[in-house]
Every structure is written in C-alpha cells, then in structure tokens.
T-cell receptor, first 113, second 113 residues
C-alpha cells in the first residue's frame, strides 16, 4: 500500500458526460501528479500541483482540469468525455514538488461508452 | 524530441536467473531517475531511484546502474521470482521544462518456471 488513495476504482460513463476523480496523497506529501495510461501505453503526465498551486502542466486536454484543495487532496475533472478518454488515471504524490520519490495510487479505470 | 525509451518491449527469463532491463534517456539535464514495477491492474510501484551524482545504487535484490556518458539506465533483478513478472518502467525527472517525471513505454518481464 503506497498510502495514496484514489476513488473511485472503476467508473463507467457515457460520451459527453463529466466525471470527477479524486486523489488523497500520502500523509505529509505536498505535491500531487496526475497521469493517464491508455491500454498498453506508458504513463502520460497530465498535471502537477504543489501545495495548492499548479506547478507543471503536460499533455492535458482543455476538456480536463484539476485542482488541489487546502487539505491537499486533488480532483481531476474530465468533461465532454469521448471514447478515447477511456484509460487508467493515476495519481502520485511526493513530499517535494520535484518528482523525487513519487508514489502512485491504484488508479481509476475510466470506461466511456 | 526528447524522450525516455526502453531497448526491449518484452523480456523472458528463467526463474532464478538474473534479469537486466535497460532504458535510454536523451535529456542530459535530468538529475534523477526512478524504476517502477507495474503489475496487472495495479498502480506503478516504486522500486528504486538514483540521482545523477551516482552511478550505482543497490536495494533488496535490485541494482540500478546509471551511465551518464551514454545516457543509459539499467535495472538488474537478482534471482528472479514469479512475483517479479510485471511491466517495468523507467522514469526520468527533468529539471527543465513543464514535465517532471517522464516515463518510458515499459518492458514486460515474464518469468518462466
């Protein structure tokens, strides 16, 4: 158990809908990272937050947004969902915001039908 | 473009043998590297990391070697066990640019009995 909690574990929704994925970082970690993993693909960096502020942005679509709350949990919002958005979405956390010792949650499997 | 890549997508070894998984990176500014293990349906699990001021680091049954001259990283697993079967990713922490942890495509390690 990495200490990073993601909910829900599975999510099935229709095209055009909006969903919110939640991540609770490990105790003491200030930084949260979001990654997308499509079938048989590597992990694509989406966005990073550090202590409530956006730190870095990767290949995140405009239909996607995220935020980190004062209690340091983070939410990833995916809207106007398309079939191609079906993937595993992982959250990772680390103490610092420099990517060192980043630990991952178990992911949310999103299926868009 | 810059990327972190793996030499082989799949690797099969006999149980008890040693495994070596390779990774090439192209960003000379990267200062930190992590190896992750991902089992089916689970999140990436932190295995071992190494900073660019080191060329070798050992953990329990694992060793990571870093050759900055040729921008090459390897993960050695000693006396592989069935539980080592997974996809292994190397990740590069980029100091510059928007992205922090950049992942390679992964190598699937299969242990034969």
């Amino acid at each position: 158990d990495s200490g990073v909690t993601q909910t829900p574990k599975h999510l099935i929704t229709a095209t055009g809908q909006r969903v919110t994925l939640r991540c609770s970082p490990r105790s003491g970690d200030l930084s949260v990272y979001w990654y997308q993993q499509s079938l048989d693909q590597g992990l694509q960096f989406l966005i990073q937050y550090y202590n409530g502020e956006e730190r870095a942005k990767g290949n995140i679509l405009e239909r996607f947004s995220a935020q980190q709350f004062p209690d340091l949990h983070s939410e990833l919002n995916l809207s106007s969902l398309e079939l191609g958005d079906s993937a595993l979405y992982f959250c990772a956390s680390s103490v610092e915001g420099d990517g060192t010792e980043a630990f991952f949650g178990q992911g949310t499997r999103l299926t868009v039908v | 473009g810059e990327s972190v890549g793996l030499h082989l997508p799949t690797l099969s070894v006999q149980e008890g043998d040693n495994s070596i998984i390779n990774c090439a990176y192209s960003n000379s500014a990267s200062d930190y590297f992590i190896w992750y293990k991902q089992e089916s349906g689970k999140g990436p699990q932190f295995i071992i990391d190494i900073r660019s001021n080191m060329d070798k680091r050992q953990g329990q049954r694992v060793t990571v070697l870093l050759n900055k001259t040729v921008k090459h990283l390897s993960l050695q697993i000693a006396a592989t066990q069935p539980g080592d079967s997974a996809v292994y990713f190397c990740a590069e922490n980029r100091v510059q640019g928007a992205q922090k942890l950049v992942f390679g495509q992964g190598t699937r390690l299969t242990i034969n009995p």
